[in-house]
T-cell receptor
Framework: GENVEQHPSTLSVQEGDSAVIKCTYSDSASNYFPWYKQELGKRPQLIID?????GEKKDQRIAVTLNKTAKHFSLHITETQPEDSAVYFCAATSSGNTPLVFGKGTRLSVIA | SAVISQKPSRDICQRGTSLTIQCQVD?????MFWYRQQPGQSLTLIAT?????????ESGFVIDKFPISRPNLTFSTLTVSNMSPEDSSIYLC??????????FGPGTRLTVT
């Protein structure tokens, strides 16, 4: 089955700097890769996703890149703000009939 | 995205009792999932609940302990049976959208004493 590794487990950045979180996956059949943000006491929220037919996707200050050959994908947050502080989870799946497999999460702290 | 609600939002239960968690969605969905999240941990899939068929459980989770119902395309329940303190956790339901994306309910915070 699919296995998703996520690094780093914790990340601290100064406000205004960029943050990068990386994930690797094991199943070459995986074709959908979402990222979730979970604030303390809240549910995970889908913030961006990418499918295997594209290499990069951007939405304002966040972007995701995918390297299918290397089986890794990354979340990039630019111009970080204190409200970006949260736990971020990556995930992967290979089809609509299989649930997402999640990474262990990255706790991002943005220091003002 | 779908609007998902869960009841109860939190509960404190005694060891040996059972709790049923309800998940309601505002639109019909084929795939629903139940997850457990321990404090500071990632999301662990308990089971996949499809309407009209038995739930599919992940390794380490069994139907006797976590019976699931899925009577229609907008509703599901998860029961945590014969609870022990180790069952203290947040339980989340999740639904799959039309393009594989998953959305989560607000969660049920369970404390077993």
């Amino acid at each position: 089955g699919e296995n998703v590794e996520q690094h780093p487990s914790t990340l601290s950045v100064q406000e205004g700097d960029s943050a990068v979180i990386k994930c690797t996956y094991s199943d070459s059949a995986s074709n959908y890769f979402p990222w979730y943000k979970q604030e303390l006491g809240k549910r995970p929220q889908l913030i961006i996703d990418i499918r295997s037919n594209v290499g990069e996707k951007k939405d304002q200050r966040i972007a995701v890149t995918l390297n299918k050959t290397a089986k890794h994908f990354s979340l990039h947050i630019t111009e970080t703000q204190p409200e970006d502080s949260a736990v971020y989870f990556c995930a992967a799946t290979s089809s609509g009939n299989t649930p997402l497999v999640f990474g262990k999460g990255t706790r991002l702290s943005v220091i003002a | 995205s779908a609007v998902i609600s869960q009841k109860p939002s939190r509960d404190i239960c005694q060891r040996g009792t059972s709790l049923t968690i309800q998940c309601q969605v505002d639109s019909q969905v084929t795939m629903m999932f139940w997850y457990r999240q321990q404090p500071g941990q990632s999301l662990t899939l308990i089971a996949t609940a499809n309407q009209g068929s038995e739930a599919t459980y992940e390794s380490g989770f069994v139907i006797d302990k976590f019976p699931i119902s899925r009577p229609n395309l907008t509703f599901s329940t998860l029961t945590v049976s014969n609870m022990s303190p180790e069952d203290s956790s947040i339980y989340l339901c999740s639904v799959q959208g039309a393009a594989y994306e998953q959305y989560f309910g607000p969660g049920t915070r369970l404390t077993v004493t």
